[in-house]
């Protein structure tokens, strides 16, 4: 008997749909944490994306594929070494820097496979952590971040200052910022100062080195 895929809604989650309006149609775009695709179905669809993905997880991948998507198995860590300088348009890292073991490194390899890297990362500094710590003496459980302290794949907590620092730190330029809520609603901070890194759950930030 022959497997049916189930049609997938085309809407995007808000964050990525916030990442897909960054990207130029029919460019080049290698989506690195790609989960199941979401955003290269999109891109594809919507922009004539050239699009492949790395997923660290199989079923990710198994998912990715009986969508017709070009992904392998991959490991952030370890496996962007391989690629050649400048390959893509466009290199895609959606809220998994804080998981990664050397998130140093990985923003040094993204904006070297790609003349754009798109980066988003949970904000730690919001407002709502901040309470939550000072009020319940515990690490945030929150929608943004809905993870026990002793299952999280964070692992490198990070702030909006934070990750504009780093960037600095490594020559990098900030292109495009974008601070938005978990339900991808912009806010209007769009600076690096407090502001930014109290009322942002999320930042959206475009790179090149």
């Known amino acids: 008997m022959k497997n049916i895929v189930p049609k997938r809604d085309m809407t995007l989650r808000p964050d990525l749909q916030a990442i897909a309006d960054m990207v130029e149609p029919n460019a080049s775009l290698l989506d690195i944490g790609?989960?199941?695709?979401?955003?290269?179905?999109?891109?594809?669809?919507?922009?004539?994306?050239?699009?492949?993905?790395?997923?660290?997880?199989q079923n990710?991948?198994?998912?990715?594929?009986?969508?017709?998507?070009?992904?392998?198995?991959?490991?952030a860590d370890a496996d962007l070494q391989y690629y050649p300088d400048q390959a893509y348009d466009y290199a895609v890292l959606s809220q998994t820097l804080q998981t990664l073991r050397d998130?140093?490194?990985?923003?040094?390899?993204?904006?070297?496979?790609?003349?754009?890297?798109?980066?988003?990362?949970p904000n730690f500094g919001h407002w709502k952590n901040r309470l939550y710590l000072t009020f319940i003496g515990r690490m945030p459980v929150t929608k943004a971040l809905s993870y026990q302290?002793?299952?999280?794949p964070n692992i490198h907590f990070c702030t909006i200052t934070d990750f504009i620092n780093l960037s600095e730190q490594l020559g990098l330029t900030v292109e495009k910022r974008l601070y938005v809520t978990h339900q991808g609603?912009?806010?209007?901070?769009?600076?690096?100062?407090l502001s930014a890194n109290l009322f942002?759950?999320?930042?959206?930030?475009m790179i090149r080195g």
């Not at 990710?60 to 490991?75: E, F, H, M, Q, Y």
């Not at 609603?185 to 100062?193: A, D, L, V, W």
């Not at 942002?200 to 930030?205: D, K, V």
């Open 103 to 121: 998130p140093k490194t990985v923003l040094q390899q993204l904006v070297r496979i790609a003349r754009h890297a798109i980066v988003s990362v």
């Open 149 to 152: 302290w002793y299952d999280t």
């Open 60 to 75: 990710g991948v198994n998912r990715c594929l009986a969508r017709g998507l070009s992904v392998i198995k991959g490991d």
């Open 34 to 57: 790609c989960g199941e695709g979401d955003l290269l179905a999109w891109l594809q669809k919507e922009k004539h994306a050239n699009g492949r993905g790395i997923e660290l997880s």
């Open 185 to 193: 609603i912009p806010t209007s901070f769009h600076n690096k100062g």
């Open 200 to 205: 942002g759950e999320q930042g959206i930030f």
